[in-house]
């Protein structure tokens, strides 16, 4: 049996833990429901309403799960978090605001996941999602649409940002200048994956600057004034196995250094197919169908496949 001080410190260190618990109120997985209340502590029986106040409620690299449909307003994430919607229909919307911003300056990178949400900007909203700040964010979005945004779908310009968007849509850009996404690499390298993902309704439906790296599979970006813009010296972007319709302009390497590759790439039925600036690099693989645009332009370089 422990001596009576060894007890009396195991039960002071129960009790503290106890506390702690107590004080911070966080669990690793909460809940949030159309009909819930912020102040319930977000458990499975006594939910949360909205994302804001079930996030302090939730540990560092916890999940907030949807229970049953409702409206879940805006959130500011500055830790490790999912936001998880599977089976519910689960909305945030906002007007003349950010819906979702993701801001890391911790000094340590975070991972964040956000999957099956409704993100709605009713035309007058910022940003759908924004990633931003000094410190590296890891973003997983998918399965989630995001519509009437005036600045930009998504924009990610976190310093060492690596963003994945899969299975989304993203829609009808409310602002003249506004893009699908938009990934700046001016803070820091950026790096951004879309797969099999739809943006259409946008001035530009990728614009990727300051020195950013995308890459884009199996996707439609369709309807566009632009469908993909490399807007700056060493920013690249990869096309792969995808369609660009019905835009004025396909895809454009409009700044000196930018460079553009396409395989497998369907660009028909556009204004003009391919551009660049002098210095700009369209880079064409032999495995292309770039036809019945007014005008198709030319790669600047052919790289026949083995």
Same mark, same amino acid.
């Given at each position: 049996?422990?001596?009576? $001080?060894? @007890?009396?410190?195991?039960?002071?260190?129960? $009790?503290? #833990?106890?506390?702690?618990?107590?004080?911070?109120? @966080?669990?690793?997985?909460?809940?949030?429901?159309?009909?819930?209340?912020?102040?319930?502590?977000?458990?499975?029986? #006594? *939910?949360?309403?909205?994302? #804001?106040?079930?996030?302090?409620?939730?540990?560092?690299?916890?999940?907030?799960?949807?229970?049953?449909?409702?409206?879940?307003?805006?959130?500011?994430?500055?830790?490790?978090?999912?936001?998880?919607?599977?089976?519910?229909?689960? =909305?945030?919307?906002? $007007?003349?605001?950010?819906?979702?911003?993701?801001?890391?300056?911790?000094?340590? *990178?975070?991972?964040?996941?956000?999957? =099956?949400?409704?993100?709605?900007?009713?035309?007058?909203?910022?940003?759908?999602?924004?990633? @931003?700040?000094?410190?590296?964010?890891?973003?997983?979005?998918?399965?989630? @649409?995001?519509?009437?945004? %005036?600045?930009?779908?998504?924009?990610?310009? +976190?310093?060492?940002?690596?963003?994945?968007?899969?299975?989304?849509?993203?829609?009808?850009?409310?602002?003249?200048?506004?893009?699908? /996404? &938009?990934?700046?690499?001016?803070?820091?390298?950026?790096?951004?994956?879309? /797969?099999?993902?739809? /943006?259409?309704?946008?001035?530009?439906?990728?614009?990727?600057?300051?020195?950013?790296?995308? &890459?884009?599979?199996?996707?439609?970006? +369709?309807?566009?004034?632009?469908?993909?813009?490399?807007? $700056?010296?060493?920013?690249?972007?990869?096309?792969?196995?995808?369609?660009?319709?019905?835009?004025?302009?396909?895809?454009?390497?409009?700044?000196?250094? #930018?460079?553009?590759?396409?395989?497998?790439? %369907?660009?028909?039925?556009?204004? !003009?197919?391919?551009?660049?600036? !002098?210095? =700009?690099?369209?880079?064409?693989?032999?495995? &292309?169908?770039?036809?019945?645009? %007014?005008?198709?332009?030319? *790669?600047? +370089?052919?790289?026949?496949? &083995?």
């Amino acid at each position: 049996m422990p001596s009576k $001080s060894l @007890q009396r410190a195991m039960f002071g260190m129960i $009790s503290m #833990a106890a506390l702690s618990g107590a004080a911070f109120g @966080q669990a690793t997985r909460t809940w949030v429901s159309g009909v819930g209340d912020d102040a319930n502590p977000c458990s499975r029986t #006594a *939910p949360c309403k909205t994302f #804001a106040g079930a996030i302090s409620k939730t540990a560092p690299a916890g999940e907030i799960n949807v229970l049953d449909p409702g409206g879940f307003g805006a959130v500011t994430i500055t830790k490790s978090i999912t936001l998880l919607a599977v089976g519910s229909p689960a =909305g945030v919307l906002v $007007s003349g605001t950010n819906a979702i911003v993701i801001a890391n300056s911790s000094g340590s *990178p975070i991972s964040v996941t956000i999957r =099956g949400l409704d993100i709605d900007g009713l035309g007058t909203g910022l940003n759908g999602v924004l990633v @931003q700040g000094s410190s590296p964010v890891t973003l997983h979005l998918e399965k989630t @649409q995001i519509y009437g945004f %005036t600045t930009n779908g998504v924009t990610v310009s +976190s310093a060492g940002a690596n963003v994945t968007v899969a299975d989304s849509r993203i829609s009808g850009c409310a602002g003249l200048l506004s893009n699908g /996404i &938009n990934v700046d690499g001016t803070n820091g390298a950026v790096n951004l994956n879309v /797969i099999n993902t739809e /943006i259409h309704g946008c001035p530009t439906a990728l614009n990727v600057t300051g020195g950013a790296k995308a &890459n884009v599979r199996n996707s439609d970006l +369709s309807q566009n004034t632009t469908g993909v813009m490399a807007a $700056s010296n060493l920013s690249e972007v990869m096309l792969d196995s995808g369609t660009i319709s019905f835009c004025t302009t396909g895809v454009n390497a409009s700044a000196s250094g #930018a460079t553009i590759r396409l395989s497998n790439m %369907t660009i028909m039925d556009n204004g !003009t197919g391919l551009a660049s600036v !002098t210095g =700009g690099a369209v880079v064409s693989f032999s495995n &292309n169908r770039i036809k019945a645009n %007014t005008i198709n332009g030319a *790669p600047t +370089s052919t790289l026949f496949l &083995n």
